[in-house]
């Protein structure tokens, strides 16, 4: 067992754990920074544990087209290419071929696209992915599945959850035959918005047994409502000592509603996307730094916040750095941001030890808010 | 008397000395990382610190437009708003004010202009930019100067001439009557390429007495043989006991050239301009490192430098960053190339200490190649 339960919070389903793997230990809930291309956006490996990141979520569709396999294999995998001696998520990719490549044609052999970097051909079989995850040598790694887009017909919908757990059988096979280098195989549960579908993708995801089990085909456009509901659906078929994944969510409020659910990891590109913007995110909500108000304002970002760019940088200077299209403004904002959700996630973990996290997520939830603090300014 | 000259060199004109300041002391001969609009581009006042940089040069004509006097001296002067407590020296505006603004006018009275960002209109007086840069509050600072262009007729460098002495007048009797910050004033001596225009200048501009001396209109197209003709004709007519300071020089190997002439300061964009651009400095000679050589070499950047970059990523994961689109490659090969220019002055005045400067000079030219490394590759 690769995980230990330590709490169940006795007002929410909030939970803290221990997920052991091969590249250290995390404490549950943990939030995972996104580096689509062996880096979050602006950031090095070197910065992010300064602020304390013990894990880093990398998407095997990027690598495998650049650098290539062969690179990564040449370096002996990912931690080794990006110098990250801490625990990495590989995605599947499939989310990636859908959103970004082209001319995809999927069957139940797996999927064909085009590159969009040089318009390269390619196939991913779930047999294909997992090789490629074990190449890269990622601690948790995640097989091929068919996710349901938004909106989505019962009968694709149907269709989704039967190739998922095809796949998901042919990758959990595929993944005994290859070296073993400790990683963690995650299922993964689809069935769009349909309560049954849900149940029934999550009880035959358990079924076949894996090391943890992630909700997909959320955060593909569906309203925030409709999120929370496949949560509900899908929790209750989850089992209790298994990590649970959350995939791609979410701002900061909807990570603290998650974690009341029994959520136990997070990944979300929104900490470096909107810092690139020039959002910041605080305690209260977020604030676009572009705004003229901030044009003088001797004050951090964030005056609750104890990071690198909070210690040293007022608003005014990070102003004038995106103002003036300096690439410096958008990582210190993104450095930033990313502290900001690894913050969160360590405060969230103090209040479930403590036995205070009703009343944690009770005050969050009251002080933040979602819309930009000064659209107007 | 802010400078103490420790040594001369014995086999070269090279000098060891001490230069005071606000801000503190600084070893010469330096080298001064460009931060234009109050930031080395990708970089923060930290990483400066990190590299052991003591000094950082800004613009004072990106600063006066963005942010504006108003935002500087609401912080309390730019050390303030950049968060950097070590030195600054301000260059005057006015190399800015003819390479990058639009629609300019020069006469006796000062240079009027439109802003290269906005198109609004200004003047900068030499009474002007003296003000500016006291509000902006450098540790030295820049009179503005009539920047000869390449090539330039007699007429003109004579005009130069006459116009920068008349402006060192008035800059020198403007920075009088402004609040004491203990700042030091330049003075900057032009003559294009004529020696009688050149000593001319240095024997008007040292007349009217400076706490350093700048050789101006290099660097502003002329070959390199050139350059160092302009220094030549220069340096008989500068005090010893003076820094000196030659504008926006250069590559390496002409950096350990200058400072064998006796040049105690050096400024340049190239590191990081280089740096966006994927070159990286070594002691052979830069390489370009999205050529595809690079893509399995697991070396660092140089395999002698001791900086953060070099001792964490490989050449190939920089490769790979840069060809990414990553902003995180060109941040880290641009730290790199400052590191490098900072550290090439470290070693510059060991050499110096240890009267081994000569042979220090020989040894460099002769590893160190101007032309990329790998052109071909």
């Not at 950031?43 to 290539?68: A, C, F, Q, W």
């Not at 603290?256 to 659910?261: D, F, I, K, N, T």
């Not at 901030?294 to 200077?317: A, H, W």
Request: some cysteine; charged content about 20%; proline content about 4%.
């Amino acid at each position: 067992m690769n995980f230990q339960l330590l709490k169940t919070d006795h007002k929410t389903k909030a939970r803290l754990g221990i997920l052991t793997t091969a590249h250290g230990k995390l404490e549950t809930p943990f939030f995972m920074p996104v580096g689509t291309n062996a880096t979050v956006k602006g950031l090095s490996s070197l910065d992010l544990k300064e602020m304390g990141s013990g894990i880093v979520l990398s998407n095997t569709y990027h690598l495998y087209l650049r650098p290539g396999m062969e690179v990564i294999k040449h370096y002996g995998g990912l931690h080794e290419f990006m110098n990250w001696d801490r625990v990495i998520l590989t995605d599947s990719g499939g989310y990636q071929v859908f959103s970004l490549s082209k001319l995809r044609k999927m069957s139940d052999q797996g999927v064909e696209f085009q590159s969009h970097i040089d318009g390269s051909r390619h196939l991913f079989t779930p047999e294909k992915v997992m090789e490629i995850e074990n190449v890269l040598g990622s601690d948790m790694i995640m097989p091929l599945d068919d996710c349901a887009p938004f909106p989505c017909d019962r009968e694709m919908a149907e269709e989704s959850v039967r190739r998922t757990t095809q796949w998901a059988m042919r990758s959990k096979e595929a993944f005994a035959g290859l070296p073993d280098r400790g990683q963690l195989l995650f299922g993964i549960i689809q069935g769009s918005t349909y309560a049954d579908l849900r149940e029934l993708s999550a009880r035959q995801i358990t079924g076949i047994g894996f090391s943890g089990y992630a909700i997909g085909g959320v955060s593909v456009g569906e309203s925030v409502p409709l999120m929370f509901t496949a949560i509900d659906q899908t929790m209750p078929y989850l089992p209790e000592n298994y990590p649970r994944y959350l995939m791609g969510i979410g701002l900061p409020d909807q990570i603290v509603r998650a974690v009341g659910e029994g959520i136990d990891m997070f990944d979300t590109v929104i900490p470096t996307r909107y810092g690139r913007h020039g959002s910041a995110f605080t305690r209260k909500g977020r604030i676009i730094i572009l705004n003229a108000e901030f044009t003088k304002d001797l004050r951090p970002l964030d005056e609750q916040c104890g990071c690198q760019v909070c210690q040293n940088f007022s608003r005014g200077y990070l102003r004038h750095l995106i103002k003036a299209g300096e690439i410096l403004g958008l990582r210190l904002v993104s450095y930033h941001n990313v502290h900001f959700y690894i913050q969160l996630l360590v405060d969230i973990r103090k209040a479930i030890k403590a036995g205070s996290f009703a009343e944690f997520q009770k005050d969050f939830l009251a002080a933040y808010r979602n819309e930009p603090l000064n659209t107007d300014g």
